[in-house]
Nanobody, 119 residues
Framework: QVQLVESGGGLVQPGGSLRLSCAAS????????MGWFRQAPGKEREFVAR????????YYADSVKGRFTISRDNAKNTVYLQMNSLKPEDTAVYYC????????????WGQGTQVTVSS
């Protein structure tokens, strides 16, 4: 079955950086568009970024453009989210998603990893 396992979250000061990882198994990773979404307390889950099969094409939410970078390693079945210049409003649970289409998530989700940006 599809399994997505996120890691790399934590507590970071404003302006700091974190790198999230998502290890995938149970499906053909190299044929799947992958995405990251996030959900802050009291808010709906929102799109953050997606990456094409090959990793050549990426797309970002306006709120993270220029600060976050999504990448993938198809040999390791892993997708990454490098987050720089973090702001308190980036605080959320971050979820990996398989089968992202546009800003719409696919059916498969990881368990999420908490990112907290606070001084």
């Amino acid at each position: 079955q599809v399994q997505l396992v996120e890691s790399g979250g934590g507590l970071v000061q404003p302006g700091g950086s974190l790198r999230l990882s998502c290890a995938a198994s149970g499906f053909t990773f190299s044929s799947s568009v992958m995405g990251w979404f996030r959900q802050a307390p009291g808010k709906e889950r929102e799109f953050v970024a997606r990456i094409s099969y090959s990793g050549i094409n990426t797309y970002y939410a306006d709120s993270v453009k220029g600060r976050f970078t999504i990448s993938r390693d198809n040999a390791k079945n892993t997708v990454y989210l490098q987050m720089n210049s973090l702001k308190p409003e980036d605080t959320a649970v971050y979820y990996c998603n398989a089968g992202t289409s546009g800003k719409v998530p696919g059916r498969s989700w990881g368990q999420g990893t908490q990112v907290t940006v606070s001084s």
